[in-house]
């Protein structure tokens, strides 16, 4: 066992080692996308949902997702100022609209929230600083991150510039600049004031909302105002939330309600797969190319145990080499594609290990496969 062997008959091959290394590297790239992008689809269609400041929220019942709400009555939400703990109630507008390009021309659906601006509803980077200024007709603020097929409207801005275009056939004017990122469901974003809100939205019934947002006193429990509300309170045709159950309920409708989380669900499993395929090819040959060898020392006294153990070592040998290029091509591949889509793809440490577990996995897999022509090693075909 002081001798190496596993580690000498991979390096014996250089070429067919570098092949194994290059395609477990493959699979675990495959492996490393499909998953940055499935959690980058959650993270990025929740972001607006951590930004909002309240306790406890509500939704159409029919509402499954921010960018296709129903709209219910604000009566609704004004009914809750009844309950002793809640302390203020504030509703918010939602809904997308047409933004064309300044420079190009070019229209471009643009997820549209409509907030009260006296009463900062939304905690995101630019917003308290420039609220005030949705005050102001048809002014609205531009979400910095969106896509550039929008127009350099933060370039412009920022260069002191004033940026005019239309929204919804609407001539508008940026007052200002917000962060907040693309998702799957919008590419860009714009914030305006209700009364804003309204002249984009001319269609939109009045009195009818699409988020009610309820603040509890100080020391209020949100569990125990949420029950009384389920229990008293209770229509057909809205759902109470707090903050995480709806950031649960975004996450479920795109992981059960979408294709797109079973594809990239599916796209992991077809790369552990890939890579499974590819070390049990590399091992059953380098198993085959070596079986005199194999019978030998099992003519010498070596049981079929070790010789199994030889192979299993190759194949986490295999696994831990492999794991480092993908790993990195990975982390290069996050930042490009971070910075083409906006969305929000980086490399976290479970992640990590996450995908070095199934890489271990998938060698010992391949490596219980191959070690089936060890069986074929009979010392007595080489006497």
Known sequence: MKTPLAFLQLTHEKTRLLVALAGIGFADILMFMQLGFKNALFDSSVRLHNS????????????????????FSQRRLYETLA???V???TPVYIGLASWKNPKKGKERTVFTMGINPTKNSVELPGIAENISVVKQQDTVLFDRRSRAE???????????????????NRRIQVGGLFSLGT?????GTIITSDINFWRLFPERERGLIDVGIIKLKPGADVETTLAFLRENMAYKDISYYSQEELINHEKSFWRNRTAIGFIFSLGTIMGFVVGTVIVYQIL???VADHLPEYATLKAMGYTDFYLFTVVFQEAIILALI??????????????????ATGLPIIMVTSRAITVLILTVIMCCISGGIAVGK??????ADIF
């Open 52 to 71: 909002l400041q309240g306790d406890i929220f509500i939704l159409n019942s029919n509402s499954d997702t921010f960018t296709k709400l129903t709209s």
């Open 83 to 85: 309950v002793d703990t």
């Open 87 to 89: 302390e203020s109630v």
């Open 150 to 168: 929008f127009g350099p409207i933060a370039a412009l801005f920022e260069s002191g510039e004033t940026v005019k275009t239309e929204v919804s």
């Open 183 to 187: 998702s799957f469901g919008a590419d």
């Open 284 to 286: 059953y040959t380098d």
């Open 322 to 339: 492999g794991f480092i290029p993908g790993f990195s091509l990975s982390m290069l591949l996050y930042f490009n594609a971070a910075k």
């Open 374 to 379: 060890l069986k074929a090693a009979d010392p």
